[in-house]
């Protein structure tokens, strides 16, 4: 579904990916983990378009998409979250998801339709699934944190994509509001059949949930397949996971 | 309620020459035009989050066209009023095309430097804008059919100037329900989204650079609108119309009013002008009282007279819910 070849890419002499190179089957939950500075996001970046690499390409779906714009990647069926919570502030809950659906479908140049009920069904479909349905009308950037994450799953969700990229869906939530989230992204993904291919610091949620985990450390994939193999895999241990003890 | 009172307002302004004042008539045709030339800024500045410092440059042009085609070739006014919006569409096309590029103040100062390109154009090209001395005595539309049923209706005997006042009144009002349309249709709520976070826009699939361009051509295309119809009030059309300080005085208009509701920018006119005109007759220092009443607007209103008002409306009306 995803594949990623000798991926690079510095920032003024410092090589933040080097040479990254996996493949994220269709259907599967995937990982990618590494310690602070790794290359996670920057990695995320590259496959999203939001960055040009250096060198290296980005296929989907068999199709060559190295640097093509996010806005076309979106089309293709590419959704993404960010790490740093994304949402229209001003907007409220229901309006953001809705946006998205306009874009998508390509109403986003219809100049005198009214846009309040435009697909207002589906909009509320996802409202429902990623649990904000009870408050569709409250403006975004007044929710609490982990209800913003919550709207960012529902915006990439509105995108209808077949691959979901989250860059640490987690990020700043309690161990509770993890495992809600962690349980809520997994049955999202198993009902709508996602391929789903994730950043996470946090080991329990990775190895609990992902089929196969790509492990950075320093730009470079250092170990790479099962969660079992990963765990052993020497290096890993003595740069990753070994921080840890 | 929001759907009704534009209208009230529309029919009040019709009776504004019933008043008798050749006076408030002149001010209310001034006012009403740079209501549209401010709402056609907001549509950039409130709605997608660009701040242009040039908008004059499409007022300009929009004047000089329908100028030009009435008093050169005596095209009528039917025509020659969505010829202006038309020009100033295409020219924002093209100026826009380079200006959606660059972002915050780098796309403000490529607007200016745009602007002050046609205000140069306007005040060399002796041939067609009549250069320094400009281009006066554009003529009236032809109101020959109007004073014909004023003859058989008496009560109709209006003034040339107060037929244009109507003439105005009415165009500005098809051109702020076209602009209001906009602003709540699918593609008005793109231009918001890229306003609130345009990275995130891009990944819903917006094509932000597309949609900001859309966004100047057709801001660019009422302000044009705008420059038409205020060349025929003037009774002349001169360069300065596109000069930078038209473009900071609809930006102020724009704040003043409140760039965050539709009508904030209309009331930003009403308010400008008519305290511009009170506040000349008592003292030169209008640029003074401006600046200070600015001040005071940024710092406590930053949501502009408009923003204001629709705080203490909110808070007034919650007020015995909560009680």
Known sequence: MLEVRELRKSFDGFQAVGGVSFSVPRGSVSAIIGPNGAGKTTLFNLITGHLRPDAGSVSFKGREVTGIAPHDLCRLGMGRSFQRTNIFPQLTVYENVQAAYVSHRGRGWSLFERVERLFREEAESVLASVGLLDKAGEVAGFLSHGNQKQLELGIALALEPEILLLDEPTAGMSAQETRESIQLIERIARERGLTLLFTEHDMEVVFAISQRITVLHQGRVIADGAPDEVRRHPEVRRVYLGERH | ?323
């Open chain 2, 1 to 323: 309620m929001t759907a009704r009172w534009p209208v009230l307002v529309l029919i009040a302004a019709f009776f504004v020459p019933a008043l008798g004042s050749r006076y408030y008539t002149f001010l209310a045709n001034d006012v009403v035009i740079w209501a549209l030339f401010a709402t056609s800024l907001n549509l950039l500045v409130g709605y997608t989050g660009l701040v242009s410092f040039g908008h004059a440059a499409y007022f300009g042009i929009g004047a000089y066209t329908t100028g030009f085609l009435m008093k050169k070739i005596g095209v009528p006014f039917l025509l020659a009023f969505p010829a202006a919006g038309l020009l100033a569409g295409l020219f924002a096309l093209v100026f826009g095309f380079f200006c959606v590029r660059l972002t915050r103040i780098y796309f403000a100062m490529l607007t200016l430097a745009f602007a002050q390109i046609v205000w140069a154009i306007c005040f060399k090209w002796n041939e067609v804008t009549g250069g320094e001395q400009g281009m006066p005595e554009i003529p009236y539309p032809d109101f020959a059919w109007l004073e014909r049923v004023a003859a058989v209706v008496p009560s109709l005997g209006y003034r040339t100037s107060e037929y244009f006042y109507f003439l105005t009144l009415l165009m500005v009002a098809i051109c702020l329900w076209l602009l209001r349309r906009i602003v709540g249709s699918p593609f008005g709520r793109m231009l918001t989204t890229i306003r609130e976070n345009p990275e995130r826009a891009e990944f819903i699939g917006v094509n932000v650079r597309r949609y900001e361009l859309g966004a100047f051509v057709i801001a660019g295309a009422f302000a044009g609108l705008a420059g038409g119809l205020f060349g025929i009030f003037n009774r002349g059309v001169f360069p300065d119309f596109a000069y930078w300080t038209k473009s900071s005085e609809v930006l102020i208009m724009t704040l003043l009013g409140g760039m965050g509701t539709f009508f904030g920018p209309a009331l930003g006119a009403l308010v400008l002008l008519w305290l511009n005109q009170q506040i000349v007759s008592y003292t030169q220092y209008w640029p003074l009282i401006l600046g200070t009443i600015l001040v005071v607007l940024l710092f406590v209103f930053p949501g502009g007279i408009a923003g204001a008002v629709l705080g203490l409306w909110r808070r007034l009306s919650r007020r015995p819910a909560s009680a």
